[in-house]
Structures are given as C-alpha cells and as structure tokens.
C-alpha cells in the first residue's frame, strides 16, 4: 500500500513577542513563576500590524514551495485550518492562493481549495481530507498544501490573554512522504460541548477550567477508541507523544492521565504496585465520588515515580519545546509539537526512521483525535530546513503599552484612533495592504 503523510513543513511565527514574565505578569500583578512554571509558558508570538492569517500562511507555504522546489501545478488541493477566519463565505486559501499567484508565472485554477473549522483540531482534519483524497486516487499525483493558521487572540483581561499566539504551520500531504507516515487508524471521542466559543465575535466566550476538563475526557475517549481499533497502546511503541498544546501544563495534565491508562494492567503497573499501590478500580469504591478522590491520590503519586517522570522526560518534555516560546497556535499547535519533538530527536542524533509518534489533537467544542505516524527516510533533511529558531530570534520584543496597541490594531471591531506603526521591517514576504472595495482584505508581496 502507498505510504501517504507529511512530505514537508514549514512553520511562520508571527514576528512579535510578548514576554510573559517580565512584561506580561507585572502588570497583571503575578509571580512570574506562574507563567514559566504553572502554564510553562516563556513569551507569545505576535503579529505585526502588517501580519494576520493570510500573510503567516502565505508566507509559510511560500517558503516550503520555494523548498521543495514546487510550482503551482504540483499542488492539486489547498486546504486552510484557522478558527481567526475573517470571512464567512471566501475561504482563507482563496486570499492565499491570491497572494502565491503574484509570485509564481502559475495559477491554482485546477486546485480544490477548501476551509476546515472545528476549533483547534481542524488543522489536523485537513491533514486527513488530504490523506483521504490521495489514497482515493483523486489527486491526479499532485500533492496537497494544508495551512494551519492562527492570531489566538483573547480579550483584554480575560484568563485566557496569558495563552495567546499568532502562526502558521504549512504542510505538504503527498504520497510517499519524507517526514511521516500517517496510520490508517486513529480514534475519535467527541461530544457537543460549550467551554470555548465564538459565536459571531472575533474573541472566545471561554470557561477556561471547563475546557480542561473537556480536553482530558476527550482525549481519553479518543485514546480508548484509538486502541479499540490499532490494539492495545504499549510506552515502548512510540518514541514521542505531540498533543495539542494550549500550554505546556495541559500536556502535562494529559501525559499523566495517559500514561496512568497506558500502564494499567500492564507489568509497568505491577513493577510500581510496591510503591504507590495499583491503580483505584472503580468496582472497588462505594461510590464515583470516592472512586475519583483515590485516583486524584494516586494521580499525585504516580507523577512523582521515577518510572512516570522518565517516560515524561523522554516522550512528552521535547515536545513543548517551541510552544513554550510562542504560545497556543490554534490549529497550528499540535503539529508545532510534531516539530520540536523532531527537532529534539536532531539534537540529539537520534536515528529513527521506523519509529512512531502518537499523535493527540484536540479542538474545543469538542473533539480529540489520536493517530500514530512513523518516521521516514527524510526527515531529518526535512526538519534542519526549519528556520524557526532564527524567526524567534528576530522578534521584536514588545513593552506592555506596545502590546496594548497592537492587540487593538488587530481587533476587527475596534476603532483605533492613532496610526501604529508597524514594529519590524517587511522584506521578501506578503503583507497585509487594508480593506478593498467589498470589504475584502488585500495583499501585496513585498520583495
Ligand atoms: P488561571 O485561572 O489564570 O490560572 O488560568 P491558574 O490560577 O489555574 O494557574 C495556572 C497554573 O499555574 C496552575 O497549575 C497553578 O497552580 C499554577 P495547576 O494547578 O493547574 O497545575 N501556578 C503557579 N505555579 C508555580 N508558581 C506560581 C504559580 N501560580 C499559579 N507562583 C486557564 C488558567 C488555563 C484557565 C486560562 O489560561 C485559560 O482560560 N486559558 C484558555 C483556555 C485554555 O487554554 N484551555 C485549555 C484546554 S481547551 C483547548 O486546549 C482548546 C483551545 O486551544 C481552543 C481550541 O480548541 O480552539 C484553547
């Protein structure tokens, strides 16, 4: 069977940033360590007053075409993921296909070009529309462009602001790819849910504990319909685990309840039943209430053993690499953490073609998704393209009142009264131009 996956990533941060400990908690009057250590977050990504969901998408898929040495024709889909989306009727990779033909001799009339939206998992299930279309043979040997892209943006004030980020994350989905291969199993655990919405507003109506609670119970569900179908999940099967990351200490909340439901009747938890006891069943307990106070106990014990924090530094740590530095990127999240793990694996010379990652998405509203994906022969080629660490460096570093400008800047609804100016130089890249004669927002390519 032909192997499909991802054959090439490209990843765009917005190029400014908010510095959570310094800049963000003194204002917000909080030891900074709730930051850097509670949430494991470092800095935000931001865009500048010329970026928005076009230009970082754009700007991401340029660069990996320009890569991969691909013209228009080569790309027979384009799929954008974004939950920012400015237009409720012209998809975003309408704009981005606009912006590409004004570099390129080519156009994208023969491309199917879509929008996926289901909050942050989208841009994984566009990932999986292009896997679906290629393995129907309907893709003619092109390949498909996903662009998952994202301004995160909270209101002022609301708990969620500390979380933010702005970026894009453009992959290439074709037939025997260089970087991964995707399994045909996944699992699914998905529910009618109303813990961060957006319902004709710019910025989410989140109930942010809520949402925690969510993502864990989707993702153990989906965990559970993963193995219902692959067979049972084993710690040694995968070299990483990349989830969706909102911020490190949600993965961290999450690895902890996988790994208590990965080991469970295995000999991982016998090994462990000497010193923490095995894991509460709930036969075992008067009631559901007394049943989840002895898991939260054990819980509190299982993360302190050796064997637990191990595994966690191994298969779980590398990959909030980059999210600790640019903050929640929507859709384009989970495979940000895709990408530091391999990124991790370079660093450390690793040589793992064969291996496999599992692969948790999720997206509010609510569902969670899980799938494996085994390494190929060129990733490493693929992931030393990456410019990301230069990109981070380059950002500007913004003062609170800064921050405050550009966060109105980027608020459709809002009347900025001054002119910001923009904050970075453009060069070789799209920017955002201003409003057209519908209202539509337009672009220019600055060499
Ligand atoms: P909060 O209430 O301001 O924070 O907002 P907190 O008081 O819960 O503190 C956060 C953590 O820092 C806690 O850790 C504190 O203990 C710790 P925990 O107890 O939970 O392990 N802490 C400290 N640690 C060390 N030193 C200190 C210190 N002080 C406190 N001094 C909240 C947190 C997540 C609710 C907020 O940021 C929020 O509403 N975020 C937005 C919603 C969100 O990200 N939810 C995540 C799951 S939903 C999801 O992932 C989907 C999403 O990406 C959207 C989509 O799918 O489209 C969001």
């Known amino acids: ?151 995160a943006l909270y209101a002022r004030g609301d708990p969620g602001e500390a979380t933010q980020g702005a970026g894009a994350v453009a992959m290439l989905i074709s037939e025997d790819p260089s970087i991964v291969e995707l399994s045909t199993h996944q699992g699914y655990g998905s529910m009618d849910e109303t813990d961060f919405l957006k319902p004709n507003q710019q910025f989410p109506s ?71 006891g095995r894991q509460p069943r709930e036969d075992d307990y008067e009631d559901r209430e007394a049943y989840e106070a002895a898991i939260r106990e054990h819980m509190d014990e299982l993360k302190t053993t050796d064997a637990y924090q191990s595994w966690y530094a191994d298969a779980v740590e590398p990959t909030l690499g980059l999210s600790r530095e640019v903050g929640n990127w929507y859709t384009g999240s989970v495979h940000v953490a895709r990408a530091s793990a391999l990124r991790d694996a370079i660093a450390k010379d690793r040589d793992f073609v064969g291996e496999t990652l599992l692969v948790g998405s999720y997206g509010s509203g609510a569902q969670a998704e899980i799938h494996a994906e085994t390494v190929r022969e060129g990733w490493r080629e693929e992931i030393e393209g990456l410019d990301i660490d230069a990109q981070l460096d380059a950002r500007y570093d913004l003062s609170w009142e800064e921050y405050e400008d550009v966060h109105d800047v980027h608020e459709y609804d809002k009347d900025v009264e001054r002119e910001i100016e923009e904050f970075t130089a453009p060069s070789e890249e799209f920017v955002f131009t201003g409003w057209g004669r519908m209202n539509e927002r337009k672009y220019e390519y600055i060499a």
Request: proline share 4%; charged share 30%.
């Open 206 to 276: 989140v109930d942010g504990k809520r949402s925690m609670q969510v993502y864990l119970a989707r993702m153990r569900e989906a965990l559970e319909d993963y193995q219902s179908v692959a067979g049972k999940v084993h710690l040694d099967d995968f070299a990483y685990a990349p989830f969706h990351t909102p911020f490190p200490g949600m993965v961290r909340k999450a690895a902890l309840l996988a790994y208590r439901h990965i080991i469970r009747d295995t000999e991982i938890e016998d090994d462990l039943a000497g010193e923490i």
């Open 1 to 151: 069977m032909t192997a499909v996956g991802i054959d090439a990533i490209e990843i765009r941060s917005g190029k400014l940033k908010l510095d959570l400990p310094n800049t963000f908690a003194p204002q917000k009057g909080d030891d900074p360590e709730k930051y850097t250590k509670g949430l494991g977050l470092n800095n935000s990504s931001f865009p500048d007053v010329y970026e928005d969901i076009v230009t970082m998408g754009a700007n991401a898929a340029k660069s990996l075409m320009d890569r991969k040495g691909l013209v228009p024709a080569d790309i027979g889909r384009i799929d954008v993921a974004t939950e920012s989306a400015f237009d409720h009727s012209k998809p975003v990779s309408t704009y981005i296909a606009g912006c590409l033909e004004q570099v390129y001799d080519d156009d994208f009339r023969h491309a199917n070009k879509g929008e996926r939206k289901f909050a942050c998992v989208a841009g994984t299930q566009a990932i999986d529309d292009a896997y679906n279309w290629i393995k129907a043979g309907r893709h003619r040997g092109r390949a498909a462009l996903v662009v998952a892209t994202d301004t």
